[in-house]
């Protein structure tokens, strides 16, 4: 059932290795890729609406489902080919942009698949190959722009599987792209080394 997103709505995004990755670093370029095939300018990714998600696990159960599709797809590929839903970050909704230069962007709560599932549509108004790559790439970032630090998971999924982008390079993974914007990113040293942390990097200076 699709219900109104309102401006005191927090919506988060998925990390799913290797969408989001540059290789072997989360970066803000690849957090909204709008890379699909779109003959009609129109660009599509999704997110959760955290009204109807509010607890991390809640995120992380749908991530996990969105990498577990997508896995589904591509007939269980091992190894570097595998998606892995990495964590999560988290914007206000009233901060996102809704259009830009070439762009507006509409986001709907449908509910479609899961309850807390928000259609994110990227409407793109300018042709031409390259300026419509520009605009999805610009877009892309001035959404990311405002998406704060993640909160990293490994899933149960994913527990012993040693080609885990954690497995591979730490959870530090998902930080090293994103140092310029908070240079105080850091994980809390002192936590044991499970499942945990949910709740996120510390931060010394939070963005407000
Ligand atoms: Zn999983
Ligand atoms: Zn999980």
Same mark, same amino acid.
């Given at each position: 059932?699709?219900?109104?997103?309102?401006?005191?709505?927090?919506?988060?995004?998925?990390?799913?290795?290797?969408?989001?990755?540059?290789?072997?670093?989360?970066?803000?370029?690849?957090?909204?890729?709008?890379?699909? &095939?779109?003959?009609?300018?129109?660009?599509?990714?999704?997110?959760?609406?955290?009204?109807?998600?509010?607890?991390?696990?809640?995120?992380?159960?749908?991530?996990?489902?969105?990498?577990?599709?997508?896995?589904?797809? &591509?007939?269980?590929?091992?190894?570097?080919?595998?998606?892995?839903?990495?964590?999560?970050?988290?914007?206000?909704?009233?901060?996102?942009? &809704?259009?830009?230069?070439?762009?507006?962007?509409?986001?709907?709560?449908?509910?479609?698949?899961?309850?807390?599932?928000? $259609?994110?549509?990227?409407?793109?108004?300018?042709?031409?190959?390259?300026?419509?790559?520009?605009?999805?790439?610009?877009?892309?970032?001035?959404?990311?722009?405002?998406?704060?630090?993640?909160?990293?998971?490994?899933?149960?999924? $994913?527990?012993? $599987?040693?080609?885990?982008?954690?497995?591979?390079?730490?959870?530090?993974?998902?930080?090293?792209?994103?140092?310029?914007?908070?240079?105080?990113?850091?994980?809390?040293?002192?936590?044991?080394?499970?499942?945990?942390?949910?709740?996120?990097?510390?931060?010394?200076?939070?963005?407000?």
């Amino acid at each position: 059932m699709a219900v109104e997103i309102t401006d005191a709505d927090e919506i988060s995004r998925c990390i799913i290795f290797d969408r989001a990755f540059q290789d072997e670093i989360h970066v803000d370029e690849y957090l909204w890729r709008f890379d699909g &095939k779109s003959p009609e300018g129109v660009y599509r990714e999704s997110a959760v609406l955290r009204r109807l998600a509010p607890t991390p696990d809640d995120v992380h159960r749908i991530g996990c489902g969105i990498a577990a599709i997508q896995n589904e797809r &591509k007939q269980q590929p091992t190894g570097p080919s595998r998606r892995y839903y990495c964590g999560f970050r988290t914007a206000p909704y009233v901060a996102l942009p &809704k259009a830009g230069e070439g762009f507006f962007i509409i986001f709907t709560a449908d509910g479609e698949g899961d309850a807390a599932h928000v $259609d994110v549509a990227l409407n793109v108004t300018v042709d031409g190959r390259n300026a419509r790559a520009n605009c999805r790439t610009n877009a892309g970032l001035a959404l990311a722009e405002h998406f704060g630090p993640p909160a990293p998971h490994r899933c149960e999924c $994913d527990v012993g $599987d040693g080609n885990h982008p954690f497995s591979l390079w730490g959870e530090q993974c998902l930080y090293g792209g994103l140092r310029d914007k908070w240079p105080q990113l850091h994980l809390v040293d002192n936590s044991p080394p499970t499942d945990q942390p949910d709740a996120g990097p510390s931060l010394l200076d939070p963005p407000s």
